[in-house]
């Protein structure tokens, strides 16, 4: 198999209160207090057209402070370690995260979010609508989820 | 605004029916019966531990036949333009494809998955599961979408 390299440029970064991974929100589900802003680059400005209809957006970033990835974590919400790709956890061989917050409403190039689970300075990679017809499952089963061993809402710094 | 320079390396590649964007579906819950298989490179087989016990999973991959991105696109779904960020194109600044798809069972290093909407020799970025807390939105609004024009599954050749 052919491995290719992949070069991105970030369009935009995060502004949030959390500065380190210890005490921020595990998932934007967990925590509906916590506020930020989204700063997109100007000349994007145009792509953010329609944008203020959708009430989420799915924030795609560089998940900028992670560690070196391992191919077995042991995440907030259990007590045993499970293969990576089975889990969130920031410590990928790409460090993308995938966001879904709320949008509260949008100032020019300024995107005011809630439910955010995102480290201040975030490089922001893409933004995508949320739209329920591709990305709700009625009927899902979510492994060892459905039995994990804690109910953490906050991070520590295992990842950091 | 300080922009930054994200280097990755695919960690697999989707095996698909699809050659080229027109005839392939739309986004994943159109198509139920369109079939295929992710490669990933087998030095991450242990991260793939427990990823079995979930009925969906994401696909993070690298839209490699992505047009050049415009900031404004008509996309299959509507007959006027909207901003890109506002939509789900594949001509994107970093084109970064995020499938929901079936996963129907693991062999080794092959994910056999179900209601795909990728190309083939798509390189991926990252697999995560899907969990219902996380990701499902049971009240949501999704702007343009809601009076979407039409009403097609299939792609054509606009995005190439």
Redesign the interface.
Known sequence: ?????????????VHSPFTQQAGTPV???HDNASQGMI???PQ?L???????????I?V?C?L?QARQPK??VTPYLDDKP???????APS???P?G?S?VRLQKIEANRLYVQELDLLDGT?V?????????????E???????ETAANNVTQADDRFE
Chains 1, 2 share one sequence.
């Open positions: 198999m052919e491995v290719s390299h992949i070069h991105y440029q970030s369009i935009g970064v998932q934007p589900s700063e997109i680059a994007y145009e792509a953010l057209q329609d944008l203020a209809g959708f009430s989420h799915w795609l560089h900028h191919l077995a499970h293969g990576l790709f089975a889990t969130r990928r061989p790409n993308i995938m879904l490089p990679l893409d933004i995508k609508p949320f739209v329920s017809q591709f990305d709700n499952r009927h899902s089963q979510c492994g060892w989820f």
